[in-house]
């Protein structure tokens, strides 16, 4: 997997959120005694526009994300991190969470079972997407 931007990591810590507004973010950043950071220095940073922070503005972001500050550096920490943030905010889905609680009631062996057949399910819909793509570049109309 090619390295994450900051922008990238940034996004994906902001959607897991509940994407939380910049301003909410910054004023947060400010009350809890971090450095003054405004909304649109974290719109730069979000989208890329600026890419060098200083240590004390990642260690505030850092600390307001709940991650450790190496996880706008360090590749593999920021692949767990992602992870984890891309399943809270699934997690944001009435149906995931609902699916997820009664997943925590089956056995392990029925939780593999229902893993295998969301990945299978993952891999028709993307398969699918695939066809409906080819077929409008050809002019064909989509299902």
Do not use: C
Not at 16 to 36: C, F, K, M, N, Y
Not at 37 to 52: E, P
Not at 90 to 101: G, H, K, Q, S, W
Request: glycine content about 10%.
């Amino acid at each position: 997997m090619p390295d994450r931007s900051l922008a990238e990591k940034l996004d994906v810590l902001f959607r897991a959120h509940g994407d939380a507004s910049l301003e909410d973010v910054a004023r947060a950043i400010r009350q809890s005694g971090g450095p003054t950071i405004s909304a649109s220095y974290l719109w730069l940073l979000r989208t890329g526009k600026k890419d060098n922070p200083t240590l004390r503005h990642v260690e505030a972001l850092a600390r307001y994300f709940g991650v450790a500050p190496g996880h706008f550096f360090a590749d593999g920490l920021t692949d767990a991190v992602t992870k984890d943030a891309e399943g809270l905010a699934a997690l944001r889905l009435p149906e995931v969470r609902r699916l997820a609680v009664r997943a925590a009631g089956l056995s392990a062996r029925s939780r593999r079972a229902l893993a295998e057949l969301a990945d299978a399910l993952g891999e028709v819909e993307a398969s699918t997407g695939r066809q409906k793509r080819r077929r409008r570049a050809r002019g064909g109309a989509a299902d």
